[in-house]
């Protein structure tokens, strides 16, 4: 192992021979003869271990000497022994207060000194390797906290993929939504009603990623529902109606394989399930109302909606921005929650520029007919 390195400060040169000729062949020395060079070989010198600091200098004596090096967070951790004639009770009182580490009168004893130095030399050592442990264990929880979001990221984007190939109106519908989404959430994160959720970074975080799952549940309604150009009948409807309980039940079944809940999974299990409840207890599945709706699934209800009534499909044109945000405020207070209808009046030039980056150009509009045709042939 490299020898320690240790700065001496003394205005005296006979006490910085003294003293570099009785640690010269442990240490590797500097001297200062004042505090304003030590201060400078501090902050520039990385590889200091120990500073043996006179108290009685010129200009700054060594109290104000440590007192700028535990200032500073590149010299805060250096030990500092004060070496000094001054050996009042109140004298020691102050270097102990001011960070030192220890205190030793003159005239030294050289066997004392040579001691305490080994002494605080090893336990900087033992100090740095424990700041080093703790960086490597930081670091690994670090790269596996980024293993399992890859994993919560891969499984949600698995999901949703999977919703893709079966829904000929999902692909852009779900990006543009996810992010609806998550302008709706930190629109609302300082509001009253949702500070207590939407504080959270997390929340948000996972509300953006669970809402292209909010129709999962999809994969489970027949083709010749699913893909019907048109309006359903009212037998229709109610199997169409169950893609909210089918996605719910997905998440379920996945966790119930895996043999523990899933935290991440939490919000994608509100909003596949609940995305269709309205404000006024008159959606489904399970005719929720007001504050009993999510919140997740209220966003996701403001952000699903807009979106279905802007896009253009197979079968209809999509609304003007105009006329999609009339119908979006005629529905607060039934259809959704008043404030949060409320933030996206607010929002409107942000959902435009989110619905026309991520549109639908004419070829994937053709690849959705190829796909709807195959299905009604």
Request: glycine share 6%; hydrophobic share 40%; net charge negative.
């Amino acid at each position: 192992m490299s020898r320690p390195t240790v700065l001496i400060v003394d205005d005296t040169p006979d006490n910085l021979a003294l003293m570099s000729a009785l640690l010269k062949d442990e240490c590797l020395v500097k001297v200062a003869n004042h505090g304003q060079k030590a201060l400078r070989i501090a902050a520039s010198d990385t590889s200091l271990d120990l500073i043996l600091l006179d108290v009685m200098m010129p200009e700054m004596d060594g109290y104000e000497v440590c007192r700028r090096l535990k200032a500073e967070e590149a010299t805060r951790d250096i030990p500092v022994i004060f070496l000094t004639a001054k050996s009042e009770v109140g004298d020691e009182t102050l270097g102990f207060s001011l960070g030192a580490v220890d205190y030793i009168s003159k005239p030294i004893s050289p066997p004392v000194v040579l001691a305490r130095v080994r002494t605080h030399l090893k336990l900087k050592q033992m100090s740095d390797a424990l700041k080093a442990h703790n960086i490597t264990l930081e670091e690994e929880v670090e790269r596996r906290t980024a293993e399992v979001v890859a994993i919560q990221d891969v499984t949600i984007h698995a999901m949703a993929s999977l919703a893709e190939t079966r829904d000929s109106d999902t692909g852009n519908h779900i990006r543009r939504t996810k992010h609806y989404v998550r302008l709706l959430a930190e629109k609302l994160r300082d509001h009253p009603r949702f500070e207590h959720f939407l504080g959270d970074d997390r929340n948000i975080d996972m509300l953006y990623k669970s809402a292209p799952l909010h129709d999962i549940g999809k994969v489970g309604v027949p083709d010749r529902i699913l893909l019907k150009p048109g309006r359903f009948e009212p037998d229709e409807m109610e199997i169409m109606k169950t893609h909210t309980t089918l996605g719910r039940d997905a998440i379920l079944q996945a966790e119930r394989e895996l043999g523990l809940e899933m935290p991440f999974l939490h919000h994608a299990k509100e909003i596949a399930y609940s995305h269709q409840e309205k404000w006024d207890g008159s959606g489904y599945p399970q005719g929720l109302a007001g504050e009993d709706i999510p919140i997740s699934a209220r966003l996701m209800a403001v952000a699903d909606v807009y979106d279905a009534l802007i896009s253009k499909r197979v079968y209809k044109d999509g609304m003007s921005h105009e006329q999609a945000v009339k119908i979006m405020h005629e529905g607060s207070g039934s259809h959704f929650d008043p404030d949060v209808i409320l933030a996206f009046l607010e929002l409107q030039a942000e959902f435009q520029e989110v619905a026309e980056r991520y549109a639908d150009t004419d070829d994937e509009l053709g690849a959705k007919a190829a796909h709807l045709s195959k299905f009604q042939g």
